[in-house]
């Protein structure tokens, strides 16, 4: 694999830590610019609204940009935002600094799959592709955790400026390795998106997606004040559950995407989600024991993003039946139907924080997570009626955001 790659995969890294580096500091966010907890959730809804805006329509309105031109204004942007964030006056500022590098993620994983693969043969595409997002998969077990021990030990302040000097190594390592002219497909106009989205099949699915992760979200955004104030876990251990979780989640892609590969995507989806209920119905009932906790979000953390794999196969599913002229536009879209979904968790988890205190996120979450279970039955039920088989699609690699 040629070295560019690796600068790709860096930046990965380091859009990744930024985005979920903020829920492990939370509480710590709350209490620097005394505003809420519910206020401090807000800056994980903006981030994912910034990713969920930036995908499809920054990605058409700069498709015809060079690739590596593009890719380095993108690092150069998401730079500037956590600078912006690093020397952030107050929640204000640290609100506009969230929006301004969620812009920067949505175009940057639209893009980077496309420069990724023209990078080396057609026969090393998908592997490719699966490097370049294990930057993602490594920011959950790593990133994240060492972010959050950096802002509780030094600030929350010095975690910006930490992933802000990372994106300054990516933007150089991508400005020397990456070639200078990459082959791109035409770019996806916004009318063909806003198309793919009249196909009721392809809005069941965005749904099941948005669905599945704003149950999640609406907990995981307030896990750290959860094991702080509810499980009795110091500041400093926090981050080490998150690592737990981390290691968790990166062993769970890889059993949902085995899973989907052996039963078919909606029968996967269908085990992943019931079993996502279930966790998160049982931590209403360990959070308040350390240990129990652990056990519980460890156990999480191997079905919280299984389901990626499963979503992104049914999706091409559908639109190689639905939108065949728009595949990769109707996967973006599902991407797109992550971020919504994140956004609308964490804001909604913030509303149920604020009226019924923190301990009513778990069982809530559930519910919503059981709602995505039953749209992907349904999905499962119209499928059989048409006369559709629940199997696999080799998409060699499948990658969340």
């Not at 039953?374 to 499962?380: P, V, W």
């Amino acid at each position: 694999m040629p070295l560019a790659l690796w600068a790709l995969t860096l930046s990965a890294f380091a859009i990744g830590t930024t985005e979920f580096v903020i829920v492990g500091l939370i509480p710590t966010i709350a209490d620097s610019l005394q505003v809420s907890v519910p206020s401090a959730g807000l800056l994980v809804s903006l981030y994912a609204m910034g990713v969920a805006v930036g995908a499809p329509v920054l990605t058409a309105l700069t498709g015809r940009l060079p690739r590596k031109q593009l890719l380095l204004g993108l690092m150069a942007l998401f730079t500037i935002g956590n600078l912006v964030a690093w020397m952030a006056p107050g929640y204000h500022a640290l609100m506009a600094a969230r929006v301004l590098t969620g812009l920067a993620h949505g175009v940057f994983f639209s893009i980077g799959s496309t420069i990724a693969t023209g990078l080396v043969p057609k026969e090393k595409a998908a592997s490719a592709i699966a490097l370049m997002f294990t930057g993602l998969t490594v920011a959950l077990v790593t990133g994240v955790p060492l972010g959050t021990f950096i802002g509780q030990h030094f600030g929350w302040q010095a975690t910006f400026l930490a992933v802000s000097l990372l994106g300054v190594i990516a933007f150089i390592g991508s400005w020397i390795l990456i070639p200078g002219h990459i082959a791109s497909a035409a770019p996806a106009l916004l009318l063909t998106q806003l198309a793919v989205l009249k196909k009721p099949r392809l809005l069941l699915v965005y749904a099941m997606t948005a669905l599945g992760y704003g149950g999640t979200f609406i907990t995981f955004t307030y896990l750290a004040p959860i094991l702080q104030d509810i499980s009795g876990f110091s500041p400093s251990a926090v981050g080490l559950v998150m690592l737990v979780y981390g290691v968790s989640v990166s062993v769970g892609n890889i059993w949902g995407g085995k899973l989907a590969d052996k039963k078919g995507p909606i029968r996967a989806l269908q085990i992943i989600f019931a079993l996502l209920a279930v966790v998160l119905l049982v931590l209403t009932f360990t959070a308040h024991n350390k240990w129990l906790a652990l056990l519980t979000v460890l156990a999480w953390g191997a079905v919280a993003f299984g389901n990626v794999p499963g979503l992104q196969v049914y999706v091409v599913q559908r639109a190689e039946r639905d939108a065949p002229q728009a595949i990769d536009v109707a996967s973006g879209l599902n991407i797109a139907a992550f971020n919504v979904g994140i956004a609308a968790g964490a804001w909604a988890g913030g509303l149920i924080v604020s009226r019924f205190g923190l301990m009513t996120t778990p069982w809530i979450g559930a519910l919503v997570v059981v709602g995505a279970w039953a749209l992907t039955t349904l999905a499962g039920r119209l499928d059989r009626a048409d006369g559709v088989a629940d199997k696999p699609v080799n998409l060699g690699a499948v990658a969340m955001h």
